[in-house]
T-cell receptor, first 114, second 113 residues
Framework: DAGITQSPRHKVTETGTPVTLRCHQT?????MYWYRQDPGHGLRLIHY???????DKGEVSDGYSVSRSKTEDFLLTLESATSSQTSVYFC?????????????FGPGTRLTVL | AQKITQTQPGMFVQEKEAVTLDCTYD???????LFWYKQPSSGEMIFLIY????DQQNATEGRYSLNFQKARKSANLVISASQLGDSAMYFC??????????WGAGTKLIIKP
């Protein structure tokens, strides 16, 4: 158990509405990540964080923003949701001191944008 | 840019047989790590095994081993004595730049009784 929770676990929303997904960890790890998973694409990195208020973009960051005001929480916001953002979203953390250590994942959030 | 290719979209294997899942990668970094994850139908991502590019021996974790051929840029996962519970999606990933993991599209493994 990596001590990672995600909320909500499921969400259905309408196009144009803002959505915030939360990732919470209990072990104060430095590195946190948001991925999306779509059929045929494996996982793709949206944003990552290497400390409080330290974040950077990943491969598919357009349309997403993040915030990390506390070590334990990493928020992903869709400012104006679109149908192309329908996906499963995973949060991950790296337990070791280096960013290249093994990543452990939360249970995922299934988001549907109608 | 780093890239991962998993050429087997799906595989059927008889229970108790060994399974080899293919993974080839492309990276120009001199030092990198390779990971395999399992995703059962319940959806969680489970870490299986890690191989560092400079590790001299192939990694093993219980029934999982990694057949690492650096010159061929190949990192195949071998599951010995497959079990019904091994049915899942399997993903290979390589360290990319800026903390990222670059993922393959996955292989769906089905173990037949």
């Amino acid at each position: 158990d990596a001590g990672i929770t995600q909320s909500p676990r499921h969400k259905v929303t309408e196009t144009g509405t803002p959505v915030t997904l939360r990732c919470h960890q209990t072990e104060n790890h430095r590195y946190m990540y948001w991925y999306r998973q779509d059929p045929g694409h494996g996982l793709r990195l949206i944003h990552y964080s290497y400390g409080v208020k330290d974040t950077d973009k990943g491969e598919v960051s357009d349309g997403y923003s993040v915030s990390r005001s506390k070590t334990e929480d990493f928020l992903l916001t869709l400012e104006s949701a679109t149908s192309s953002q329908t996906s499963v979203y995973f949060c991950a953390i790296t337990k070791g001191p280096a960013s290249t250590d093994t990543q452990y994942f939360g249970p995922g959030t299934r988001l549907t944008v109608l | 840019a780093q890239k991962i290719t998993q050429t087997q979209p799906g595989m059927f294997v008889q229970e108790k047989e060994a399974v080899t899942l293919d993974c080839t990668y492309d990276t120009s970094d001199p030092s990198y790590g390779l990971f395999w994850y399992k995703q059962p139908s319940s959806g969680e991502m489970i870490f299986l095994i890690y191989q560092g590019s400079y590790d001299q021996q192939n990694a093993t974790e219980g029934r999982y081993s990694l057949n690492f051929q650096k010159a061929r840029k190949s990192a195949n996962l071998v599951i010995s004595a497959s079990q019904l519970g091994d049915s899942a999606m399997y993903f290979c990933a390589v360290e990319g730049s800026n903390y990222q993991l670059i993922w393959g599209a996955g292989t769906k493994l089905i173990i037949k009784p």
